[in-house]
């Protein structure tokens, strides 16, 4: 893997190269990648906690621009959706990072391509020993928020 490329395109210099690894790893890439938790659920884990960091940002950015209740959480099913996160991991061409599940083959799905968009956003939210701010400046780079 080119862990430079990856950290330039997130601008995060990760400290744990488990945890980076790991957000690139398709759900049942191989049972032979496994997680740091010794599974082969690849980065749903990670997915699952930058998934929250996600909405919570969208959020947060809506409460303090005076967004309405239902502003907010239009700009979640928006910004949040797995539209928008495999369109925003698209463009910065994060596919040729991901280990990908063998019955897939070269195409990263929707799903996979959102799951790894959300899952380094968790992974840097880990490694940066849970830096609020550091989240928001990974989702600033691959463009989730403005």
């Not at 990760?14 to 790991?22: D, G, I, P, T």
């Not at 969208?58 to 303090?64: E, P």
Request: with cysteine.
């Amino acid at each position: 893997m080119d862990a430079t490329s990856i950290n330039d395109i997130i601008n995060y210099r990760f400290r744990s190269e488990e945890l980076r690894n790991e957000a690139t790893l398709a759900a049942g890439a191989s049972v032979s990648d496994v997680n740091v938790h010794g599974n082969a659920q690849g980065n749903k884990d990670l997915a699952l906690i930058g998934d929250a960091l996600i909405r919570l940002v969208i959020v947060d950015q809506g409460y303090t621009e005076g967004a309405t209740t239902a502003e907010s959480t239009s700009m979640v099913c928006d910004r949040g959706s797995n539209v928008s996160l495999e369109r925003d991991g698209r463009e910065h061409n994060l596919g040729k990072f991901i280990v990908k599940n063998p019955c897939q083959g070269e195409v990263v799905s929707r799903t996979t391509m959102a799951s790894t968009v959300e899952a380094l956003v968790g992974a840097a939210w880990l490694d940066s020993g849970k830096d609020f701010e550091q989240a928001r400046a990974v989702m600033e780079r691959l463009g989730v928020i403005d």
